[in-house]
């Protein structure tokens, strides 16, 4: 069974850089084939993809925040890492990761986690 | 970018009716298109990929359609499970993968 957790702070000030993790289980980093991603989705609003790590450290970003993001995997640990620099209060949203398996698609997703910009 | 424009907005329908949701992309994704379904406070589950499939462990009632620009999501008899906020993804012209901005399905 796949599983998906994140974890970060749930308060963050504008101008910090957040930092979030994606723990995960019941499958690898370092199979052939698997990703890792991440998506966000402000509240009462749509989904919003934002980053994807593959087995074989292949990154893609989404274009319109690529110069904020940065996302690295520690397949030892079986973590995702995605941090966001220069944090606004329109960057407040649940986080969510994902795993990209077989079918190409998010499935399934973790659980998401509620980050607040704020000062 | 390509941009998914979900319709309707919100559709209300009884238990045991049939739906139709659509998604139009502003560009041919082929059939690089997928559905999720979100419940209210749950991360979104995948339904349907590559436009047709559907992902392990969803009700035969979910179905799939379409290529080029046209989607359509059909639940065949709506269970009181079912309503809930849908979306489609696109992954032809990516990055980004991009969302629609959803249909909620309701309880009439």
């Known amino acids: 069974q796949i599983t998906l957790k994140e974890s970060g702070p749930t308060l963050v000030k504008p101008t910090q850089t957040l930092t979030l993790t994606c723990t995960f289980s019941?499958?690898?980093?370092?199979?052939?084939?698997?990703?890792v991603g991440w998506i966000r989705q402000p509240p009462g609003k749509a989904l919003e993809w934002l980053a994807l790590?593959?087995?074989?450290?292949?990154?893609r970003y989404s274009p319109s925040l690529k110069s904020r993001l940065t996302i690295t995997k520690d397949t030892s640990k079986n973590q995702v890492v995605l941090t966001m620099t220069n944090m606004d209060p329109v960057d407040t949203a649940t986080y969510y990761c994902a795993h990209w398996g077989s079918s190409g698609w998010a499935d399934p997703w973790g659980q998401g986690t509620l980050v607040t910009v704020s000062s | 970018e390509i941009v998914l424009t979900q319709s309707p907005a919100t559709l209300s329908l009884s238990p045991g009716e049939r739906a139709t949701l659509s998604c139009r992309a502003s560009q041919s994704v082929s059939s690089y298109l997928a559905w999720y379904q979100q419940k209210p406070g749950q991360a979104p589950r995948l339904l349907i990929y590559?436009?047709?499939n559907r992902a392990t462990g969803i009700p035969a009632r979910f179905s799939g359609s379409g290529s080029g620009t046209d989607f359509t999501l059909t639940i065949s008899s709506l269970e009181p499970e079912d309503f809930a906020v849908y979306y489609c993804?696109?992954?032809?012209?990516?990055?980004?993968?991009?969302f629609g901005q959803g249909t909620k399905l309701e309880i009439k």
């Open positions: 019941g499958f690898s980093l370092s199979t052939s084939g698997v990703g």
């Open positions: 993804q696109q992954r032809s012209n990516w990055p980004p993968d991009t």
């Open positions: 590559d436009a047709s």
């Open positions: 790590i593959y087995w074989n450290d292949d990154k």
